[in-house]
């Protein structure tokens, strides 16, 4: 009989190595051109001066780091990380509940809770924080079901119900996968010892849950810090945030070194989030 | 081994590859002001040129020109290809116009002040008044533009002024001035939208406190500065949805472009007013760029948008006035609408010209407005 496709011998090493060439080689290209690229522009475009028209003008400046410490840029920095700070605690009130529950119900019910989670991703983005002003607005469906007139559109709390309402399920989801993880049998043996609930989730359940918190945080804080979408839209352009400032100063400025000198300053701040977030999945 | 040794290098070759190619990408870029050229003379253009070696790229905004202008104008002017590109904003046109991307185009819209700093770089081409006849369509007024006197190298294409646009049906007294805005009574707290993008942000208080719209002097910028923040409070910032919040009764008065205010809405409740301290006026322009190879082409093509019947589809269609006499008479101006605001109306206003570096005042005042 003859076999076919018999693979011709080739040395171990040299296999290894075109494998890994063929199986790595599109990914990183990929993130050399999409991802890395972008980034060294970016990180390049910070010590030149801007063109009249946008653009950059190839003269070495440290002045971009000087107006990052202008009071009036500090000051974007703070409410936007006050926003995003109060969106991620309400988000991991709200989530943990949610995730520990859905982590409890039967298997069916469970794929359906989940698929619940993610349904909105399903709609625009955009279209569900317009939805937002239809519910929030002077006369609209809030006010008039309560029969009250609160201002609830155009300031801060709008925007964190936004952040909120659209980075919730990246919350619930690491959360689930964290409580989904553990093993019964820990509360029980808890429950056996004789913790009361509240003490077997204090001592057991959160702290191995903990890289899920963490992984939680961080998945709602970081695109919450960095979104302009929803403090333009349900904040009425009133309040100027790390987003609103960098597309402002790409769009509307052209003033690319400075817009990218801010948008260095927010990868620096996700870095040390991220180191925070590996030590305490590390530590779990 | 070789494996270990092999995936250690791996993140160097990526960040290696990475930092070539974008220093390739920057050097690819040309500075954009580092030089600049005084405006050049005008070329020499012959009016008898075979067209049909020249083919046209044009750049414009979006749903600015009728769809079939391609087709048409590449029929009428026998050029071998007319292709149209588009812009999103004016600051978009420049960053493609005043770095090597601009080679390709031959004509582009931009707005008056744009055009103006176009020139000043020395990237335009002067217009040749004796190949575009039609030049005698446009309004006397429509040469007198403070940043192109005498169409020296920009023709206008559209023009228009801005006011506010308010509900007559809601507002207790129709309002008159800037400070209707800037100071709304208690029956339009927060349903009062003002303009965010930079220059038009500080028109209303500028206006209020009679300094001119294209004031550099810090001291002036300061002074509205305080108005906007006064006014902030009690007004919401809106450039793109204003007119469906006036619609739905969610803003009784907001500052607008003309040619955004819903006038004529079916339920002709919405009204537009020029405020006693007066305002701006807005041009939008056909410039050819200096960089073109195909100039009388270009210059064709603008003589053909001139034509009464392709000029007047912008005022017909999408509600724009355009500055040409000819096309004017032929639109139907429909009852409510601003098309009937006259040239010597509009010419009451102050035409925004560009402010060079001192623009980053601005820029600065929208960031405070906002940040505050």
């Known amino acids: ?284 | 081994m070789s494996r270990i040794r092999y995936t250690r290098r791996l993140p160097v070759v990526v960040v290696a590859t990475g930092l070539a190619l974008a220093v390739a990408a920057c050097g690819g870029e040309s500075s954009t002001d580092s030089a600049k050229p005084a405006p050049s003379a005008a070329a020499q253009l012959d009016a008898k040129a075979d067209l049909s070696k020249q083919s046209l790229t044009v750049t414009v905004w979006p749903g600015y020109t009728p769809k079939e202008l391609a087709e048409k104008a590449k029929a009428e002017l026998k050029v071998s290809k007319v292709d149209i590109v588009e812009h999103d904003t004016n600051e978009t046109a420049m960053a493609k116009l005043t770095t090597q991307a601009g080679e390709s185009i031959d004509v582009a819209f931009v707005s008056g002040q744009y055009a103006q700093a176009l020139n000043e770089q020395g990237l335009l081409e002067p217009i040749h008044p004796e190949l575009i006849p039609n030049l005698s369509n446009l309004y006397p007024e429509a040469t007198q533009l403070s940043y192109d006197k005498g169409n020296k190298f920009s023709v206008p294409y559209t023009w228009g002024t801005t006011g506010i646009c308010y509900r007559s049906d809601l507002v207790k007294a129709e309002p008159k001035s800037w400070n209707d805005i800037l100071k709304p009574p208690a029956w339009a707290d927060k349903k009062v939208t003002m303009l965010a993008t930079e220059r038009w942000l500080a028109l209303p208080a500028l206006k209020v406190l009679k300094f001119s719209v294209n004031t550099t002097k810090d001291e002036e910028i300061a002074k509205a500065k305080e108005l906007l923040l006064a006014a902030k409070p009690h007004v919401i910032y809106d450039d793109v949805t204003f007119g469906q919040k006036l619609q739905s009764g969610e803003a009784v008065m907001s500052e607008a472009w003309d040619g955004w205010c819903p006038t004529t809405d079916a339920k002709k409740n919405i009204k537009f007013v020029v405020p006693s301290e007066g305002s701006d006026l807005w041009v939008d322009t056909m410039v050819i760029m200096k960089s073109s190879k195909n100039k009388e082409a270009a210059h064709a093509l603008i003589n053909y948008i001139l034509n009464p019947e392709i000029h007047s589809w912008a005022a017909a269609n999408i509600n724009y006035k355009v500055p040409n006499k000819a096309a004017m008479d032929k639109v139907e101006v429909p009852e409510g609408s601003l098309l009937g605001i006259s040239p010597a109306e509009l010419l009451n206003g102050e035409a925004a010209i560009d402010l060079g570096e001192a623009s980053v005042k601005y820029t600065r005042l929208s960031t405070e407005v906002a940040a505050k």
């Open chain 1, 1 to 284: 009989m003859k076999v076919v496709g018999k693979p011709r011998p080739v040395s171990p090493r040299w296999g290894r190595r075109l494998g890994a060439f063929v199986f790595l080689g599109p990914g990183v290209a990929y993130l050399a051109v999409l991802l890395l690229v972008p980034l060294a522009l970016i990180l390049s475009y910070t010590v030149f001066r801007r063109g009249r028209f946008g653009g950059i003008v190839y003269e070495f400046t440290t002045e971009n780091f000087s107006r990052l410490f202008d009071p009036l840029y500090l000051d974007v920095v703070l409410t936007s990380i006050k926003l995003a700070t109060l969106t991620t605690v309400f988000a991991l009130l709200l989530g943990y509940p949610t995730a520990y529950l859905i982590a409890r119900l039967p298997r069916t019910w469970k794929t359906v809770a989940l698929v619940a989670i993610v349904l909105p991703f399903w709609t625009n983005f955009i279209i569900r924080v317009y939805a937002w002003t239809i519910l929030l607005s002077g006369p609209g469906l809030i006010n008039s079901a309560l029969g009250t007139q609160m201002e609830l559109l155009y300031n801060h709390g709008a925007i964190v119900t936004g952040l909120l309402y659209s980075y919730l399920p990246l919350m619930v989801l690491p959360l689930y996968a964290a409580i989904e993880k553990l093993d019964p049998q820990l509360r029980e043996a808890s429950a056996n010892l004789g913790a009361s609930a509240f003490t077997t989730f204090r001592r057991v359940t959160l702290p191995l849950t903990l890289p899920g918190v963490a992984t939680g945080c961080l998945f709602v804080f970081v695109p919450s810090f960095g979104n302009f979408v929803i403090p333009e839209i349900l904040g009425g352009g009133r309040t100027a945030t790390v987003g609103t400032l960098i597309r402002a100063e790409f769009l509307k400025s052209r003033d690319w070194p400075f817009g990218s000198t801010l948008a260095l300053a927010v990868i620096l701040v996700l870095i040390v989030l991220l180191v925070i977030q590996s030590w305490v999945s590390r530590r779990g």
